[in-house]
T-cell receptor, first 108, second 112 residues
Framework: GQQVMQIPQYQHVQEGEDFTTYCNSS?????IQWYKQRPGGHPVFLIQ?????EVKKQKRLTFQFGEAKKNSSLHITATQTTDVGTYFC????????FGAGTRLTVKP | ETGVTQTPRHLVMGMTNKKSLKCEQH?????MYWYKQSAKKPLELMFV???????ENNSVPSRFSPECPNSSHLFLHLHTLQPEDSALYLC???????????FGPGTRLTVL
């Protein structure tokens, strides 16, 4: 079945540094979604990417969908302490599979 | 966000107990989901209901029994659980199956 791999598992950065998390699917995806879960909270939807090569931005967050629609990335520019949490990707094909998540911690 | 509510928020039960988790969505969505979240498997999809029919069951042990009486409510019936079932159980809903999901706050379950 479909597998979604996400790396890294953990990332610790100094405030102001950039951060990137990557997702790779074993199969071509119809779309990919990204979620953020704050410590003690529940996952909250960030964005959905549908088109091959699509790039979307939300303030300091940049989301990319690969040309082959099998990989995606989330990049945060100049991290802030409010960015802490776990970022999940979720790949959609015949079913929907979440990646294992990347836990981001930010040192002030 | 209060679109998806879950009760109870915390539950402690023994291995011989029977309990139920409840999820309610107020968003008019057609699909509802149960997830298990633990340190070992961060987000593990358990069941999916679309238009009140179960469309996905990911090899979940029979000690977990879902019920979807209508499109707004989803239950997870628990019986003879094991300590390794201790986890955060999250409910979610979406307009359509595989669409953007709205998560509830979760039930923190501890099995003694």
């Amino acid at each position: 079945g479909q597998q979604v791999m996400q790396i890294p598992q953990y990332q610790h950065v100094q405030e102001g540094e950039d951060f990137t998390t990557y997702c790779n699917s074993s199969t071509t995806l119809s779309n990919i979604q990204w979620y953020k879960q704050r410590p003690g909270g529940h996952p909250v939807f960030l964005i959905q990417l549908v088109k091959s090569g699509e790039v979307k931005k939300q303030k300091r967050l940049t989301f990319q969908f690969g040309e082959a629609k099998k990989n995606s990335s989330l990049h945060i520019t100049a991290t802030q302490t409010t960015d802490v949490g776990t970022y999940f990707c979720a790949g959609n094909n015949n079913d929907m599979r979440f990646g294992a998540g990347t836990r981001l911690t930010v040192k002030p | 966000e209060t679109g998806v509510t879950q009760t109870p928020r915390h539950l402690v039960m023994g291995m011989t107990n029977k309990k139920s988790l409840k999820c309610e969505q107020h968003l008019g969505h057609n699909a509802m989901y149960w997830y298990k979240q633990s340190a070992k498997k961060p987000l593990e999809l358990m069941f999916v209901y679309s238009l009140e029919e179960r469309v996905e069951n990911n090899s979940v042990p029979s000690r977990f029994s879902p019920e979807c009486p209508n499109s707004s409510h989803l239950f997870l019936h628990l019986h003879t659980l094991q300590p390794e079932d201790s986890a955060l159980y999250l409910c979610a809903s979406s307009q359509d199956w595989r669409g953007r999901q709205y998560f509830g706050p979760g039930t923190r379950l501890t099995v003694l």
